[in-house]
């Protein structure tokens, strides 16, 4: 066999191994992303629960840097500390071993159990569930595959003479080869992948155990870079979250390396064959990373606090900034900080919405991009104010007060509302008309214009009435709705007359004229409520509509 066509193979073999370990991270996570959440959440009393949760989670995810990614989002909000936080962490770094162990075994008889069955699932159910773990079994028998392909694609190596003595000359410069492994690691976005191709290209022959489990260290190093990169911009708190572990497992792997030039034959004291030795091995030093690190973590975590701070130049960039904790003492004050986030929210979405009529004209990816951005910006501001005003409604709160409280709380939530329309669905018609090249009739896109534009005015109206706290544009506020419930209702019968009429163009577009004619309404009823709570105190709101005013 050429050597082209040896590299070939092995390069194919790779990439379905990377493959294959997306895929069922990818269907774990769109199965049961929710209830993994849910196991973090509740898993932080105590370090050892926080370890336990961290091991089942990245077991599940076969990827510690993928807890450490969904770590993140919890500490950007402020929903957990930093010493639990790191238990997850050195727990996830147990758990995703345990994959490796797994798949450390020959498995290849069970393989077309695997595809039989996950074919069958996914393709055979009509419940999301079902099709996910249907998924995740065609992403394991992939795997499977892949390990066998890689091994049998690397057998020639064994005997070429120069990568021999490449292999010898990286042996003897253990720092180089942890540095390899770290960046290949890093490159590919999983360690299970990485640590699964040295497993097979020692047992291939192709290196030795001793070198397989130097680079093995280097792809848990390179696995901890992997949220760092991801999260370049995140708060300090996610920062220190992912600086420690990747710290952990720095130190951790120096001190293993060392172990190694000392202690040369545990390798093979580990077990009886080369991939059960390296995946013992990799197992090892992560227990140990865990046993060792767990009892100095309150330590750790100061030490990390001291060298992990914020840059002066960044305070006058805070998003947040009107959010004082201090404030939370005098309510007034507090409301006031919240209120001037809220403002800041609604600019957001207030951009979003003015906007969001461009994507349907033109087919520029970047400007979706660009929105869907501003949607997460604003549910991170919509997060913090609301748990922001949580805390302070702990305290004690005048009616008037705690009133207001909650009248923000449910702003915000509209707002955040308005932006998932935007982002998951006006987007998204958005590119599915652009992907399938269809176009509205005239009259239709006249219709759908002037629906966007009283959207914004009615944005532009809510962010007044919320300002003001005016009756009178209160009032107009829900007498507006009234009127665009009517502008729908007609829009919807002139479009039904186009599809009788046999327009062409009308009846491409048809779905997606009715959705966007409805999303829009979705997001004016969303931006009414705010006047909802000035009205009521005045008594000129009914359960369902306007009581007349009196002249």
Known sequence: MSGQLVLLNLFGGVALLIWATRMVKTGIIRGFGERLRGLIAGATRNRLAACAAGIGVATALQSSAATGLLLASFAERGLIALVPALAVMLGADIGSTLVVQAMAFDLKSVVPLLLIGGV?????????????????????ALMILSLGLIVSASAPLRDDWLLRQVLAHLGDLPILALAIAAGLTWLVHSSVATILMFISLAAAGVIDGWLACVLVLGANVGSGLIPIVVNLGAPIAVKRILYGNLAF?????????????????????????????????????????????????????????????????????????????TALAWPAVALSGASREVLRMAERVEVMLRDVILPFEDDDSARREALQSLDTEVDRLQESIKLYLTRLTRGPLSEEDARRAFDLIVFTTDLEHVGDIIDKNLLVLAAKKQRLHLTFSDEGWEEL????????????LAVAVFQTRDPELARRLVEAKETVRDIERDAKRNHIRRLRDGATASIETSSLHLDMLRDFKRIIAHLTTVAHPILEKRGELSTSRLIAKQV
Do not use: C, Y
């Open 120 to 140: 069958g699932l996914f393709m055979l159910s009509t419940e999301a569930l079902r099709r996910q773990i249907g998924r995740v079994l065609i992403g394991l």
């Open 449 to 460: 214009k002037r629906m966007h534009a009283l959207a914004v005015e009615h944005m532009r």
């Open 249 to 325: 497992r720095f130190i951790a792997a120096v001190i293993a390396v060392v172990g190694l030039i000392l202690a040369p034959g545990l390798v093979g004291w580990l077990g009886d064959g080369t991939a059960r030795s390296i995946a013992h091995f990799h197992t090892l030093f992560n227990v140990v990373l865990a046993l060792g690190f767990l009892p100095l973590l309150p330590l750790a975590a100061r030490l990390i606090e001291g060298t992990v701070v914020e840059p002066a130049t960044a305070a006058a960039d805070l998003t947040i900034g009107h959010l004082d904790e």
